[in-house]
């Protein structure tokens, strides 16, 4: 039952991290109960799905002391906000990958207090949650991995730098051989930077290992994907939301195994004809700006509404996942080489020109058999909001049902969102 559902408290663990243990305390039970309000209230979840919740029972303890004993052996922890971090070099090097808080409304006014109001709520979630020691992930890192993506986030690395150290790794805006060949020569940085760290010289077998590791992650989260193409979804929006969330956080090989279970029980649920929620809701896909843990804002109000998101078009969504890295290479520099080609093909809106984004997003809708999409993007994101003209443009030439929804993390547009939203899916259904 919802009612009985806790994030579970460590108060010695968290005062051990410098932590400001009484608000995050607070903050604990507030994420419980939003946790119980939005996920443990839907009907017919798979069973599966214990796994994830307990995961986020232990999101703030049991996965922190993993990471603590990881420390502990010399092995890096490195804490990030981009899916352009080249995870495979990391665990390649015996280090943990951890996705950053940066999702809640409670850390913004902490931000707000140094960084400027105007910039992207996950931009200042996530400083926030470093300024006002509310974070044990955060706490626990050895460094934090920056990118040049954006310019909030760019911006935002000095002044993270004076407060936990703060790698910068540049993203170049092109894909000329020559922003490839810039591209590479930075992941070639990372890698030192790692072993540096680590105190140890990756070998083309660690790499090898890594590699496959991650794919086999992606491969996971793409047989998921494809499972909740199906008409009906065998499982809720909210549910592949959340499991993308966990991705960020959960031990690579762990979670790869527990989200194949699950897809084998949902491949049951099919051949049973189990649907949730409803049969014959109505099929959206979400296309945008990434959603950290926890914001499940959009999500809540689209199923809430009776509909069922079918697919993510998002960092935290097929963006992680969708391409895999060339397992044939041998060499240290040809491994690079083909790790350096699968993370070009992410299609950031951060990129110019990014024509192959909205190709992309048509094809999602088609593959996932959505009635309509809503493009989501985060406030004062200038580059998603700016390439939603394009992604607009291209629905109306698809004559595809579309809507555009630009917010924050606040409760203050929830009313106004939750009626465009039901004007969109009456519009959809006639
Ligand atoms: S690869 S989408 S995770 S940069 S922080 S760009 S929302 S203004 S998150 Fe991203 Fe990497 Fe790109 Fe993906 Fe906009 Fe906010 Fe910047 Fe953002």
Same mark, same amino acid.
């Given at each position: 039952?919802?009612?009985?559902?806790?994030?579970?408290?460590?108060?010695?663990?968290?005062?051990?991290?410098?932590?400001?243990?009484?608000?995050?305390?607070?903050?604990?039970?507030?994420?419980?109960?939003?946790?119980?309000?939005?996920?443990?209230?839907?009907?017919?979840?798979?069973?599966?799905?214990?796994?994830?919740?307990?995961?986020?029972?232990?999101?703030?303890?049991?996965?922190?002391?993993?990471?603590?004993?990881?420390?502990?052996?010399?092995?890096?922890?490195?804490?990030?906000?981009?899916?352009?971090?080249?995870?495979?070099?990391?665990?390649?090097?015996?280090?943990?990958?951890?996705?950053?808080?940066?999702?809640?409304?409670?850390?913004?006014?902490?931000?707000?207090?140094?960084?400027?109001?105007?910039?992207?709520?996950?931009?200042?979630?996530?400083?926030?949650? %470093? *300024? #006002?020691?509310?974070? /044990?992930?955060?706490? @626990?890192?050895?460094?934090?991995?920056?990118? $040049?993506?954006?310019?909030?986030?760019?911006?935002?690395?000095?002044?993270?730098?004076?407060?936990?150290?703060?790698?910068?790794?540049?993203?170049?805006?092109?894909?000329?051989?020559?922003?490839?060949?810039?591209?590479?020569?930075?992941?070639?940085?990372?890698?030192?930077?790692?072993?540096?760290?680590?105190?140890?010289?990756?070998?083309?077998?660690?790499?090898?290992?890594?590699?496959?590791?991650?794919?086999?992650?992606?491969?996971?989260?793409?047989?998921?994907?494809?499972?909740?193409?199906?008409?009906?979804?065998?499982?809720?929006?909210?549910?592949?939301?959340?499991?993308?969330?966990?991705?960020?956080?959960?031990?690579?090989?762990?979670?790869?195994?527990?989200?194949?279970?699950?897809?084998?029980?949902?491949?049951?649920?099919? %051949? *049973? #004809?189990?649907?949730? /929620?409803?049969?014959? @809701?109505?099929?959206?896909?979400?296309?945008? $700006?990434?959603?950290?843990?926890?914001?499940?804002?959009?999500?809540?109000?689209?199923?809430?509404?009776?509909?069922?998101?079918?697919?993510?078009?998002?960092?935290?969504?097929?963006?992680?996942?969708?391409?895999?890295?060339?397992?044939?290479?041998?060499?240290?520099?040809?491994?690079?080489?083909?790790?350096?080609?699968?993370?070009?093909?992410?299609?950031?809106?951060?990129?110019?020109?990014?024509?192959?984004?909205?190709?992309?997003?048509?094809?999602?809708?088609?593959?996932?058999?959505?009635?309509?999409?809503?493009?989501?993007?985060?406030?004062?994101?200038?580059?998603?909001?700016?390439?939603?003209?394009?992604?607009?443009?291209?629905?109306?030439?698809?004559?595809?049902?579309?809507?555009?929804?630009?917010?924050?993390?606040?409760?203050?547009?929830?009313?106004?969102?939750?009626?465009?939203?039901?004007?969109?899916?009456?519009?959809?259904?006639?």
């Amino acid at each position: 039952m919802a009612t009985e559902f806790e994030i579970k408290p460590y108060p010695e663990l968290w005062a051990s991290l410098d932590m400001d243990v009484p608000r995050f305390d607070k903050a604990r039970l507030m994420l419980g109960e939003a946790y119980a309000k939005t996920y443990l209230s839907q009907k017919k979840r798979p069973v599966g799905m214990a796994y994830f919740d307990n995961m986020i029972a232990e999101i703030h303890g049991g996965r922190i002391k993993e990471l603590l004993a990881a420390k502990a052996e010399g092995r890096p922890v490195i804490g990030t906000f981009c899916v352009y971090i080249p995870e495979e070099i990391v665990l390649a090097a015996g280090g943990i990958c951890v996705g950053l808080c940066g999702g809640s409304q409670g850390s913004v006014p902490d931000a707000e207090k140094i960084l400027p109001r105007n910039i992207c709520p996950m931009v200042k979630s996530a400083f926030g949650f %470093k *300024a #006002g020691r509310i974070c /044990p992930y955060f706490q @626990a890192v050895d460094f934090v991995y920056g990118e $040049t993506t954006c310019d909030a986030k760019k911006k935002t690395w000095e002044i993270l730098d004076t407060m936990v150290p703060t790698y910068v790794m540049e993203i170049p805006q092109l894909k000329r051989q020559r922003d490839l060949d810039l591209w590479l020569a930075e992941v070639k940085d990372f890698k030192t930077k790692v072993e540096e760290v680590a105190g140890k010289t990756i070998t083309e077998t660690d790499l090898a290992a890594a590699v496959k590791i991650m794919n086999n992650k992606r491969k996971a989260l793409q047989r998921l994907n494809s499972l909740r193409h199906h008409n009906p979804a065998p499982i809720s929006g909210k549910d592949g939301l959340l499991i993308e969330q966990i991705a960020f956080y959960d031990e690579p090989v762990r979670f790869t195994k527990k989200v194949n279970a699950l897809c084998d029980e949902l491949e049951e649920r099919i %051949k *049973a #004809g189990v649907a949730v /929620p409803t049969k014959n @809701a109505i099929r959206v896909m979400v296309a945008g $700006t990434p959603m950290a843990l926890p914001n499940w804002k959009i999500h809540n109000l689209v199923e809430g509404a009776g509909a069922v998101i079918v697919n993510e078009e998002s960092c935290i969504g097929t963006r992680y996942f969708k391409d895999l890295i060339d397992e044939n290479a041998t060499t240290m520099d040809n491994m690079l080489v083909a790790l350096t080609d699968r993370y070009k093909e992410i299609d950031c809106s951060c990129f110019t020109p990014n024509d192959e984004r909205i190709t992309q997003v048509i094809k999602e809708f088609r593959d996932s058999k959505a009635q309509g999409i809503i493009n989501y993007s985060l406030q004062f994101c200038h580059t998603y909001n700016i390439e939603e003209i394009r992604i607009r443009q291209a629905c109306e030439r698809e004559k595809i049902p579309y809507l555009f929804i630009e917010s924050d993390y606040s409760a203050e547009d929830v009313g106004q969102l939750q009626t465009r939203i039901e004007a969109f899916l009456e519009q959809i259904g006639e």
